[in-house]
């Protein structure tokens, strides 16, 4: 008799040792709240979703916008909100269909690869929501410096002084600081939040993958 | 909520609930732990209800949510310590035919067997509750032979933590 046999035969007789749960104890732990890692991933994502509204209804009300307002720049500006108004929403049905696929009831693999599947589709909307919002930005650096009178200006005071080149440094770096900043956040965001929530998720799907060669 | 709905399934839960207590036997380690996976057990059961349609037997059904609900549903507690005074109670053979050198060994097999990790901890949980192969593939998702080779490698694995 090997040793899981043996564990076996204890494991039939030791029924007894249990604890018992009352009828009352059990209807109490149905109106207990769920600390289930889909509910997390719900809640997280939802204030992913709604946190890129926010800040996207708040950015077209900034002096910046206004500024951009003022340079008649509305054949460009307008499809760029119109274009990430559709990737919000293409991203919310994906998610929400994604979501509605995950089943508790399913085998573990395909719980695990729905799971996994509902979370990509938010981290593949951030990714698309920072180049997406990249490519703008760079756009719009270019338009000011195509129409902006103040930087027009700056510009020609540097040139005055020699120092064009100095000017065109000074300005990429800043964009590529500010942009770099902003990824640092988001990495850091990334892998504190889902490198704990989906830790356990991630190995234990990494090892029903290798048992299937 | 439909209360005939709610009084039929916390029933059905009194009646099995040995069956989630063993899965939190051998996915916790102390007796809060216990109990908090077995309260997500239980909430995940009881959402999965409405839709169980009773052509499997409810055992099975909950077998299934059971261990998928231990395996990747549920975010273990941050803080268990471990008590070994609920882990003996657990594990006590009845006094009758009680040997010291045979509760000794079985003890050590299930602190073996705490060390696996959580898949091959589901895997010996079916293997114990004498599933077919046919039927741990299936819950798992993997092929009945892949289950196989799986359990003899868990076999393996026991022998060397017992016998480093």
Redesign the interface.
Known sequence: MDDLDKLKNSWKKSTDNYPKFSAKEIYAMLHKRSSSIVKWILVISITEFTLWLVISFLLSDSSQMKRINSLHLNYITTPLEIINYLIILYFMFIFYTNYRRIKVTDNAKRLMQSILKTRKAVTTYIITVIVYNFISMMLLFVLFFMYDPNIIGAEQKFEANGNLGWFYVLYILLALLATGVILLLFWLFYKLIYGLLLKRLNRNYNELKKLDF | MNSEL?QS???Q??EN??LI??IC?LYTNSEDA??DL???I???L???YP?FRGDSKFTT?AY??G???A??????KSRTVKTTEFDN??????QEEYNYEEEE??KL??QA?HQL???DK?L?FM??E?KDYGEIA??????EV??RV?MNR??GK??KI?NP
């Not at chain 2, 395996?71 to 273990?76: D, E, H």
């Not at chain 2, 299936?138 to 092929?143: A, D, K, Q």
């Open positions: 709610e399934f916390v029933q839960i009194e609930q040995n207590h063993k036997r216990h109990k077995f309260q997500e239980t909430i995940q009881w959402k999965a839709k059904w299934r949510v261990l998928n609900t395996i990747t549903l549920y975010r273990k109670q657990l594990h006590k053979i009845n060994h079985i097999l299930y067997v990790n959580d898949i589901a010996v293997y114990l004498d299936e819950t798992l998702g993997i092929t892949n289950a799986k868990i076999k026991l022998k017992l």
